[in-house]
């Protein structure tokens, strides 16, 4: 897979690309993660680009020249367009299932903005779909961005090592992950349960499974609206 990343900020992205599983992706070709900034296509020799909006209002808003002539350069530099994505907190809330869904292409085009947002026109002109880390506001979008490519980077064939690694993570099965244990058995009196260490695997897996549900029956109950759950299920 390779990941675009549009930028005004490519320096806050050096340092969590280097470690951990997207450094080891990226050195076993996994991943190629590119970063642009967007500002290097500025065309006046402050390298604006960000002007007032019309109409009035605090802030500023990204002007859509650079930004257009950014994407255009950057979408040349591979064959294929890819998925292209914007972060805003306007976008569709990001999910496991999306990050599954990104994960299945071949390229990823994300674009970070800054200041009080995108000129419209770069959200309608460069067709790209609008992706949002939750209801809240960020400084910019290079946050939102790291999100999305650790959540979708984790899932690519041969990142984690153990293909099962990311099978039962939360969300992955539309729960929460039920609770983990490890060694010592004992810790301040507190102790392992007894199930975990029976070496029964079919009970082991429905007890990890009952701990499921009712962890995301206490923390998040709307994971299970509509859900068909059942007591058999369960």
Request: proline share 5%.
């Amino acid at each position: 897979m390779r990941i675009d990343i549009l930028t005004l900020f490519p320096e806050m992205f050096e340092s969590p690309l280097k470690y951990s599983i997207l450094k080891r992706a990226q050195e076993q070709g996994i991943v190629a993660i590119v970063l642009t900034n967007i500002r290097d296509f500025a065309t006046d020799r402050y390298r604006k680009v960000d002007d007032k909006p019309y109409g009035g209002g605090a802030g500023m808003v990204m002007m859509p020249g650079p930004a257009f002539d950014c994407f255009e350069y950057v979408e040349k530099l591979a064959p294929s367009r890819g998925r292209v994505v914007l972060l805003t907190p306007q976008g569709e809330r990001f999910t496991q299932a999306k990050a599954r869904e990104l994960s299945q292409q071949e390229r990823l085009i994300l674009i970070a903005g800054r200041y009080e947002g995108f000129d419209e026109r770069i959200r309608t002109g460069l067709n790209a779909e609008q992706i949002s880390v939750g209801d809240y506001v960020l400084n910019g979008g290079e946050l939102a961005a790291m999100i999305v490519v650790d959540a979708v980077v984790r899932l690519l064939p041969g990142a984690l090592g153990d293909e099962d690694s990311a099978k039962d993570d939360s969300f992955s099965h539309g729960l929460l992950e039920y609770p983990q244990y490890t060694r010592p058995e004992v810790f301040r009196d507190m102790k392992v349960p007894e199930i975990l260490l029976s070496g029964d695997h079919k009970k082991i897996a429905e007890w990890r499974r009952r701990q499921a549900l009712e962890r995301t029956r206490q923390q998040r109950p709307d994971l299970l609206e509509g859900d068909d759950l059942t007591t058999e299920n369960e």
